[in-house]
Nanobody, 121 residues
Framework: QVQLVESGGGLVHPGASLTLSCTTS????????MNWYRQASGEERELVAS????????NYADSVKGRFTITRDDFKSTVWLQMNSLKPEDTAVYYC??????????????WGQGTQVTVSS
């Protein structure tokens, strides 16, 4: 059974830091590109950060460049999103995604349940 479990969200003040974790099981983590998406209330889901199964490249949305860092550990089947200098506009539900475009269609995309991040003074 495939599982992606996010943790680390919460309510913080502007300027604070949070680290989100996504622990996975049930699929070959090292074969998947790993992504963090977020969805603010009333908005579409957007890609925030991605990391290839080669570890590079890493890509970031312009809105988070220089503030967020994505990392992965294939031995732990875990991906992290370090978020610094948080802003109110970072408030959203953050989702972990595993993506393997060359896998069979039914195995190309896996999603976590999401973790809420709220940045407010």
């Amino acid at each position: 059974q495939v599982q992606l479990v996010e943790s680390g969200g919460g309510l913080v003040h502007p300027g604070a830091s949070l680290t989100l974790s996504c622990t996975t099981s049930g699929f070959t983590f090292s074969n998947y590109n790993m992504n963090w998406y977020r969805q603010a209330s009333g908005e579409e889901r957007e890609l925030v950060a991605s990391i290839s199964y080669f570890l590079e490249p890493k890509n970031y949305a312009d809105s988070v460049k220089g503030r967020f860092t994505i990392t992965r550990d294939d031995f732990k089947s875990t991906v992290w999103l370090q978020m610094n200098s948080l802003k109110p506009e970072d408030t959203a539900v953050y989702y972990c995604n595993a993506h393997a475009p060359r896998a069979p269609v039914s195995q190309q995309n896996y999603w976590g349940q999401g973790t809420q991040v709220t940045v407010s003074s």
